[in-house]
T-cell receptor, first 113, second 115 residues
Framework: AQSVTQPDIHITVSEGASLELRCNYSYGATPYLFWYVQSPGQGLQLLLKYFSGDTLVQGIKGFEAEFKRSQSSFNLRKPSVHWSDAAEYFCAVGAPSYDKVIFGPGTSLSVIP | DTAVSQTPKYLVTQMGNDKSIKCEQNLGHDTMYWYKQDSKKFLKIMFSYNNKELIINETVPNRFSPKSPDKAHLNLHINSLELGDSAVYFC??????????????FGEGSRLTVL
């Protein structure tokens, strides 16, 4: 069965610093991987997704993520964080044979000015 | 033009009452979902519908009854509300013949508080 873990419940970074949010998944074949962002009081918005091909994927708002099959990871990165990036970030996994996408528990990001 | 819209955004009600949340999407998607987000932000799927047909029912109490009058609408009715039903309920849609692979478009959520 699919599962997703996000080891960091909460992360605080200074504005302008780099960011890496961790995501590990469990799935037998190549999964479909997603990162979503939830700003306070809002619904979730897709940042980026990986299906196949280049393991480094670019997303919106300057985010990128790298798929590493050997580590079963799909970590999200941003070189320089802005105060507006403070939000909840969810990693998710799906597959063609599945009828749903499974979400991780989320990582809450705080940004210090 | 809001892609996925939910109403109401907030509901405050007493235990034992019945309430409904409505959802509409104007994206032309075939599949719609209800997700529940608890106080720890954990997001769990409740139901999915594809072209008005129920696809997923994730062991949700039968006090919860979704209804899809057409593929653009998915409503959620909750009977005999309990304290544990307090949560944010998100409607979402996707344009994917395979629901496990598609991008989800979310509404802004409906925060239900049961007193």
């Amino acid at each position: 069965a699919q599962s997703v873990t996000q080891p960091d419940i909460h992360i605080t970074v200074s504005e302008g610093a780099s960011l890496e949010l961790r995501c590990n998944y469990s799935y037998g074949a190549t999964p479909y991987l997603f990162w979503y962002v939830q700003s306070p009081g809002q619904g979730l918005q897709l940042l980026l997704k990986y299906f196949s091909g280049d393991t480094l994927v670019q997303g919106i708002k300057g985010f990128e993520a790298e798929f590493k099959r050997s580590q079963s990871s799909f970590n999200l990165r941003k070189p320089s964080v802005h105060w507006s990036d403070a939000a909840e970030y969810f990693c998710a996994v799906g597959a063609p044979s599945y009828d749903k996408v499974i979400f991780g528990p989320g990582t809450s990001l705080s940004v210090i000015p | 033009d809001t892609a996925v819209s939910q109403t109401p955004k907030y509901l405050v009600t007493q235990m034992g009452n019945d309430k409904s949340i409505k959802c509409e999407q104007n994206l032309g998607h075939d599949t719609m979902y209800w997700y529940k987000q608890d106080s720890k932000k954990f997001l769990k799927i409740m139901f999915s519908y594809n072209n008005k047909e129920l696809i997923i029912n994730e062991t949700v109490p039968n006090r919860f009854s979704p209804k899809s009058p057409d593929k653009a609408h998915l409503n959620l009715h909750i009977n005999s509300l309990e304290l544990g039903d307090s949560a944010v309920y998100f409607c979402a849609s996707s344009d994917s013949g395979q629901a496990g692979t598609g991008e989800l478009f979310f509404g802004e959520g409906s925060r239900l508080t049961v007193l």
